[in-house]
């Protein structure tokens, strides 16, 4: 019965609707520890789309599950109901008043994005979560975020100056600022302005019953007094436990002289429980200071930092967050973060970045070298390292990666989001702390301690294992016990996090059981039917229960093609994700991860989507072959292989390797495609044409055969096609005479290069021979890439063993092995190692040491002081560089950068692209290539066309220079091209 009128409402609406088990399944988490599957998943379009969505909840007694983001840690966004997701179309910035400093959005515009838009305006809007590159304005009204710089700019609740919203009856309202005469007249339910015409009936609507039941509870001078003595310290800015009848009691007409009533500051934390946001008008300030220092403090142990956090204060800091040594050890293991731990000196207990903002940076530095003395004065910290311009950025990015990072740890046992919102006095958090550890060590556990120290808010992590049941009863007792601790210090169970279903069910030992039975009659008088958000805030489902893991649940073990033991098996690794949805950030936000969602906005696109489904088969799949299920394949479709993740998501997924591994499997139950087949043996048929090439580029440089060749093969009609060189680059070097040198280095020549890139393979032996090296090519087989691309693992790890087993005695740091094509010569650093049998691990380490792309490699002798800049030409030229995206994760574009930079006056510029879209075979693909355009079209195409003739372009790998010709017309060229002509 239910599907049938889901089915209906589907049609109703202007929006996607899902009631299938994969979508539900992909929404029944978010970055908390719950799990419940939906009902299912709406993505309105519209307004009207909206009060479709409330009818119908309102007849069959539904929950609406308001969702943006989904990077809540309370459990805000999991439910039994119909998910309604606000991110992907109701997303506009829809007006700016300069003068007046003001801009009114939807609640899907992500926070970053309308910083962007406000920049050129030099304005600002302030809070700042560790989410902001992808957190969105509708979540952060519902949660009242905070973040790192709330020292200055508070929370989000400080700047929402009105709000358009549906009630639960569907009407639409308008929330602002009252008038003592406006409020009244709202309550009375009559027009605030002129005379009430003769014979007007007062409303009685929903609107008017809010205004009155607000004005009956706080008028009463007895829940007054209530909420004044139960509610944490007003000394805390952070207070967001429950519902703000504490703010709106400071307001006229409660409490004279008081600032006006507005129901924003209610609706503002409210979680999506009283009301559907459809626009926001939110306050804007001033750019920052032009200058900010970031002194780093270093201590030895966390208590000394807090105490310092006392004396930083006194400087007006923008920002004071703590950052301890467990979060230190997680950036160690992770690609991105470890190159932004430079300003570390040794292993500190803990460190203190006080971001000091002003004007002039005479000033900074001197604010900051006052701040060390009195720090010093007092025993406190021992290395204030002071940071500024492009490197803060990299300490911000750091210190954003903390929640992320704490799923790096291997086994079971987490860092658990269960007490780590709690906001006490700044003064008191010492000794809070203290307390708190106290109770921790009672139970033989230990925590994670980072984040707001400036605002009296740590994000305190116990390190739990939910999987056990002795794990779940801990979640509850520890939650149970910091509870009374924070209230104790007349502290916030939640500052800026949320209650959710996390801590919903201690509001009333936080202020009271009275205060508690107001915020309940609140809910009943805004949601009569209880259909918005139910479960949250109030009348919630014990806190242990609906969690992600099951108590007892055992851990299967999978056998896998490529080694796992590092994450402690396939499984293990799906489950680093802890939903913070990383990969959730748009194009404008920089990066690789995630193309396809950028391209598409969906969530089933993300990273996320990707190892939540794989999580949920492996862990619960009946079958023999836990991989053998279509919603997988399904989820993973769109998955580039990119290997942005690899580096970007700080919790270490590597959907490209999880990829991989899936398809070897779902191979195995359901036989492997024609067209799969014919891409990974990609080396064995080149080597076929190339005997004879001039028939092979009569069919594929012709239009028409073109066309129907790529349909036969299952390639789109539109795709070019690389086409083969009249001879090998191998038969063309073994024809040579070989140019002798004291510097020895091995080239190793890929399948691309030697059938496809002869060109540019030739170039690199001559670039390398005239900077006086002897070029040989030594005895080894293809890299495996195609294969490996396609999840063809077994015959990929063949390869990897035989290159391992042709290559061990030969390449070693004083002769190493180079590449021209990054996905072919990455092979060796990135797959091989973790592909080949256990027995040939140890040399596949040994090896990848001394594989480099010859961008590293060249870069590594230039500083060595073997290449000048005499050698290349003194014409001025500009480079634009689109990086390949294996090189990025596994590697960095500062040696590409440096090398092009070899001509004094070329002068090289980054294009700020991620994937080009093409990845290997995925942008041929006739299935896939219009989203491969798409993604193409985000940043990378627009940026080529823009550039003048004289412009080089310059891409290292073969797949981007294939789709910038083909989405632009424009040649690019590999590096060692540019600077082969470059020689003088």
């Known amino acids: 019965m239910i599907t049938e009128k889901l089915r209906s409402l589907s049609a109703q609406i202007e929006g996607e609707f899902y009631s299938d088990n994969t979508i539900r399944t992909l929404y029944a988490t978010d970055a908390s520890a719950y799990r419940e599957m939906p009902l299912a998943v ?6 009207e789309d909206l009060k479709k969505l409330i009818a119908f909840a309102r007849k069959e007694k539904v929950a609406l599950i308001p969702r943006t983001a989904g990077t809540s840690l309370a459990g805000q966004v999991v439910g039994s109901g119909l998910v309604v997701d606000m991110s992907k179309y109701l997303n506009k910035i829809l007006e700016i008043n300069v003068e007046e400093r003001w801009v009114r959005v939807q609640p899907g515009v992500v926070r970053d994005e309308l910083n962007l ?7 600002y809007f302030g809070p700042e979560t560790s989410t902001a590159n992808r957190a969105m304005i509708g979540g952060m009204v519902g949660n009242n975020s905070c973040g790192s710089n709330s020292v200055v700019y508070g929370s989000t609740r400080e700047h929402l100056i009105s709000a358009k919203a549906l009630l639960s009856d569907g009407s639409e309202v308008d929330f602002h600022e009252l008038s003592i005469d406006e409020f009244e007249a709202k309550c009375l339910g009559v027009p605030a302005t002129g005379t009430v015409p003769r014979g007007f009936k007062p409303k009685d609507d929903l609107e008017t019953k809010l205004y009155r039941s607000v004005q009956e509870i706080l008028s009463n001078e007895e829940n007054a007094q209530e909420i004044r003595s139960q509610f944490p310290k007003r000394s805390i800015a952070r207070r967001n436990t429950g519902y703000a009848l504490d703010l709106l009691l400071e307001t006229e ?23 559907f946001l459809t626009e926001i008008k939110l306050n804007i300030l001033p750019l920052p200071p032009k200058v900010a220092g970031l002194v780093c403090v270093h201590f030895n142990t966390i208590d000394e930092a807090l105490k310092a956090n006392l004396i930083a204060l006194k400087y007006n800091p923008s920002a004071s967050e703590l950052i301890d040594h467990y979060i230190l050890e997680c950036t160690k293991e992770n690609i991105e973060q470890s190159k932004n731990r430079f300003f570390v000196q040794g292993d500190p207990g803990a460190i203190l970045v006080v971001e000091i903002a002003r004007e002039d940076k005479d000033e900074v530095a001197r604010l900051a070298a006052e701040m060390e003395a009195e720090m010093r004065a007092s025993g406190l910290g021992y290395h204030f390292p002071v940071l500024y311009g492009e490197d803060t950025k990299k300490i911000w990015t750091l210190r954003k990666a903390g929640l992320g990072l704490l799923t790096n740890m291997p086994g079971d046992a987490k860092p658990v ?10 003064n008191d958090l010492p000794d809070y702390i203290r307390d708190f550890n106290q109770i921790l060590e009672k139970y033989g556990l230990y925590s994670v301690h980072y984040a707001h120290a400036g605002s009296g808010e740590l994000h305190l992590r116990p390190i739990i294992n939910l999987k056990t049941e002795e794990g779940n009863q801990l979640f509850r007792k520890i939650a149970e016990e910091i509870a009374l601790l924070v209230k104790k210090y007349d502290g916030s169970l939640s500052g800026e996090h949320g209650d959710g279903r996390l801590r ?4 009333p030992w936080m202020v009271g059981e009275k205060n508690y039975q107001l915020f309940k009659q609140l809910k009943q008088t805004w949601d009569p039917d209880n259909i918005f958000n139910p479960g949250k805030i109030v009348d919630t489902p014990p806190m242990n229960e609906f969690l992600r893991y099951t108590p007892g649940q055992k851990n299967p073990e999978i056998k896998t093609i490529f080694n796992f033991t590092r994450e402690q098996g396939i499984l293990r690794h799906a489950e680093q994700c802890n939903g913070s949805g990383d990969c959730r950030k ?45 919603e997988i394949k399904e989820v993973m479709d769109l998955c580039l292989s990119c290997k942005g993740c690899k580096s970007e998501c700080p919790s270490n997924v590597d959907m490209g390797k999880l990829k991989a591994e899936f398809l070897q499997h779902y191979y195995d139950a359901n036989g492997v495609p024609m067209r799969s087949k014919l891409i990974g043996n990609f ?34 009609p539109d795709r070019t096609m690389p086409l083969l060189a009249s001879t090998t680059l191998k038969s063309w070097h073994s024809k040579r005479k070989t140019v002798a040198s004291g510097r020895r280095v091995y080239l190793f020549c890929d399948e691309f290069t030697n059938f496809n890139d002869v060109e540019i393979g030739k170039k690199g032996i001559l670039l390398l021979e005239k900077l006086g090296y002897e070029v040989i090519i030594p005895k080894h087989v293809e890299s495996g890439r195609a294969y490996l691309s396609k999840g063809l693992l077994r015959k990929g790890k063949e390869i990897a063993e035989q290159n391992v087993q042709l290559l061990k005695n030969t390449i070693t740091e004083e002769t190493p092995l180079i590449g021209i094509e990054p996905s072919a010569i990455l092979t060796f650093r990135d797959e091989y190692p973790e592909l080949v049998s256990e027995g040939m691990q140890a ?28 050698q290349f030409t003194q014409e001025k030229r500009l480079i634009k560089l689109h990086g390949h995206c294996q090189q990025k994760a596994v590697g960095s574009l500062v040696p590409t950068k440096k090398i092009l930079s070899l001509p004094a006056n070329y002068e090289v510029h980054l294009i700020p692209s991620g994937c080009c879209g093409m990845a290997g075979s995925f942008g041929y693909e006739k299935e896939h290539y219009d989203i491969s355009m798409k993604i193409g079209e985000l940043v990378l195409f627009p940026t080529v066309r823009k550039q003048p003739e004289d412009v080089i372009i310059a891409a290292p790998g073969t797949s981007c220079r294939h789709q910038i010709h083909d989405g632009t017309h424009r040649k690019a060229l590999h590096p060692v091209e540019i600077l082969y002509q470059a020689l003088v």
């Open 586 to 630: 748009t194009q404008l936000s920089g990066g690789t991860m995630c193309p396809s969602y950028m391209a598409t906005r969906n969530e089933k696109d993300t990273t996320r989507a990707r190892a939540n489904i794989l999580r949920e088969f492996l862990t619960n799949s009946t079958k023999e072959n836990p991989f053998d299920h279509e």
């Open 504 to 507: 919903g069910e201690f509001i």
């Open 417 to 426: 989001a269960v007490i780590e919102d709690t906001a006490i006095d700044v």
């Open 253 to 275: 007409p409660f409490t004279p002289g008081s600032p006006a009533f507005n129901f924003c500051k209610l609706i503002a934390g409210s979680e999506g429980t009283l009301a």
């Open 117 to 123: 838009f406000l920049k050129e305006y030099g304005l």
């Open 683 to 716: 080396s064995k048929l080149s080597g076929i044409a190339s005997v004879m090439p001039w028939a092979y580029n009569l069919v594929f440089k012709t239009p028409s055969l073109r066309r129907i060749a790529n349909n036969i093969v299952g390639f789109h």
């Open 42 to 47: 709406a993505i309105p379009k519209s307004v």
């Open 843 to 870: 040399d596949a380490q040994k090896l990848a040491k001394n594989v480099f792309l010859i961008d590293e490699f060249l870069a590594k002798e230039l500083d060595k002081g073997n290449l000048k800049r005499n």
